[in-house]
């Protein structure tokens, strides 16, 4: 039997330990062999081989790379590396645009998906912010280009906020500023995750009272939430253009333009944890099927074209 193997490195909390043993039960089925918590923080480089646990990377036939919470600039350096030499999941180019939020809203937003209006500014261009902030209604969200989970985000709603914000951020050491047009929406949003091109699941999130973020980590509670046709088609549209073989989705409903936008693609989209599951977030093993079935067919198909 021919043997394939793998390199994986997943987060252990909030049960992905549970999740990363059925991936490495389905995927032996396949005579594909994991070798998991192939931490990058621990690899030692020399001489043309990235040494992770006694694995060298290069010699994997593919690497999944699934652990947002504890990424460091050094894994990340590692995995653009490895990257040259076998595939990773998501490929690194896809992965770090998804890190991005201007490069992610512009791409989408040149390819024809609908996202919130923003403006990307050099730090000395201050100027261009006071008339964006008139133009859109007096209300705009500052936002860090590399965030996530809801910090740093700085919502502007007249002159003199945005007099507090500058001198702070001038004493950062930004050198661009990422403005997005502030959504009028009913403070919630939907999930959608997407493997493969493949709907998987959808669920929304409701943004606690007198908070207008979404984020689980300000607060926000998870919501069952069925999806609808043309949500699902966005985020289909949306990932594709991004690359990702894994990703999720944030979509929200302006209600002045009366249109769905894309919030936010994010590479790592969580399985849902034990205690969401218990509120009915059923798609973990669909999700773990279409992933074992990614792997599959990049492992093998990497040698068929040769
Ligand atoms: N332009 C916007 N208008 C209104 N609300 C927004 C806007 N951008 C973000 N939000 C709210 O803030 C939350 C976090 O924003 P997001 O861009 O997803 O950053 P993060 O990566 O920190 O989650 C969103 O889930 C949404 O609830
Ligand atoms: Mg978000």
């Known amino acids: 039997m021919s043997s394939y193997n793998i390199g994986m ?50 010699e994997l036939d593919l690497f999944f790379s699934y652990n947002a919470g504890e990424q460091t600039l050094y894994q990340v350096y590692l995995y653009e590396m490895i990257d040259k030499f076998i595939p990773t999941i998501n490929s690194f180019e896809a992965f770090s645009l998804s890190e991005d939020k201007f490069k992610t809203a512009h791409l989408l937003k040149r390819n024809g998906v609908n996202t919130a209006d ?21 209300k705009v969200v500052y936002k860090p280009t590399d965030g996530w989970g ?65 984020n689980i980590t300000s607060g926000g509670s998870i919501m069952l939430r069925e999806a609808n046709d043309e949500v699902v088609e966005i985020a289909k549209k949306a990932v594709k253009i991004c690359g990702l073989d894994i990703a999720g989705v944030d ?37 773990i099927d279409l992933i074992v079935d990614l792997i599959e067919k990049k492992v093998k198909g990497r040698f068929q074209n040769g």
């Open 9 to 58: 490195w997943m987060y252990q909390n909030s049960g992905g330990d549970k999740i990363q043993r059925r991936l490495i039960e389905l995927l032996k089925e396949r005579g594909i062999t994991v070798h998991p918590n192939l931490n990058l923080r621990y690899a030692k480089v020399r001489n043309g081989k990235i040494n992770c646990e006694n694995i060298v990377m290069e």
């Open 118 to 138: 923003y403006v990307l500014c050099h730090r000395d261009e201050v100027t261009n912010i006071r008339e964006i902030l008139k133009e859109w209604g007096g």
């Open 150 to 214: 809801g910090v740093g985000l700085v919502k502007i709603e007249n002159e003199a906020a945005l007099d507090m914000l500058l001198p702070f951020l001038n004493q950062t050491d930004i050198r661009y500023f990422y403005l997005e047009r502030f959504i009028q929406y009913d403070n919630t949003d939907f999930r959608i995750d997407i493997v493969d091109g493949e709907f998987v699941s959808c669920y929304g999130r409701r943004a606690p009272k007198d908070n207008w973020k979404t």
């Open 251 to 287: 979509l929200i409903y302006d209600l002045e333009k009366e249109e769905y936008i894309v919030l936010e693609v994010n590479g790592i989209p969580a399985f849902a944890t034990p205690q969401q599951e218990k509120m009915g977030l059923d798609f973990n093993e669909k999700k």
